[in-house]
C-alpha cells in the first residue's frame, strides 16, 4: 500500500485529511473500523515525520512511522505476494529473515521519502471503491502548496487484525508489489533467499544514510 522522495512522493511512500468515513462493507464489523481509519493515522504519522523533517535523526523518525506502518500494512502478506509461489518453499528461518529486513526496508522507505514539509497536506476520500474479493481501495491525494497532488491508493483486505493495505497503486495505477516482485523474483533466482536480505539491508543502509547497516 518507494525510493524517490514524494515530489518524489508518487510511488511511495509512507502512505497516505477531506472528511473520512468509509462505506459500510463485508468485513468491517469484524474490526470495528472501516477501511479508511488504519491509513488516517497513517497520513497523520507521515506529517509528523514530515514535520520533524531531516533535522531529526533518522531513528527517531523510524520510530514514529514504524507503529502506523505496522498497523495500516499486511507486510506479510505484501512480501508473501512479492516473493511469489517460491515463499511456500522457503524454510522458516529465512522465511524470518525476509520478513524483518523487509519490514525495516519499507519503514526506511517511507522515512527516507517523507522526510521535508513545505505546507503538503494528505487527504482521504470519504468513499471506499470495492474490488474482487471483498477489498476496497482507499485513495489518498497529497497536495502540495503549488497547487499540484500526487495520488495513492491502497487496496486494503479486511484480515482477523482489522483491514490492512495489501496493495499501492500510485497515480491510481502503478501496483508497488508488481515493482517488488520483479525485483525480487530476479534476485532470488540468482542468490536464493540470503541474497534478497543482503539487498534490503543495503537499501536500508543506504536510505538511512548509514544510520541504519
Known sequence: MME????RRTLLA???????GGLAVPGQAQSGRGPTVAIERL???????MRLGQAAPFAQRFRVLAPAIDEAFDLGAILRLSVGPSWASLPVDQQRQLQVAFRRYTIASYVANFDSYDGEAIQTASEVTPIAGGDQVVATRILRSSGSAAVLSYVMRATANGWKAIDVLADGGISRVAVQRSDFRNVLTQGGSAALV???????ADLSGGAFA
Request: hydrophobic letters at 60%; proline letters at 0%.
Open 43 to 49: 497520513n497523520a504519522a507521515l506529517l509528523t515525520a
Open 198 to 204: 543482503a539487498r534490503l539491508q543495503r537499501k536500508v
Open 14 to 20: 509512507m502512505s497516505v485529511a477531506i472528511a473520512a
Open 4 to 7: 524517490s522522495s514524494i515530489r
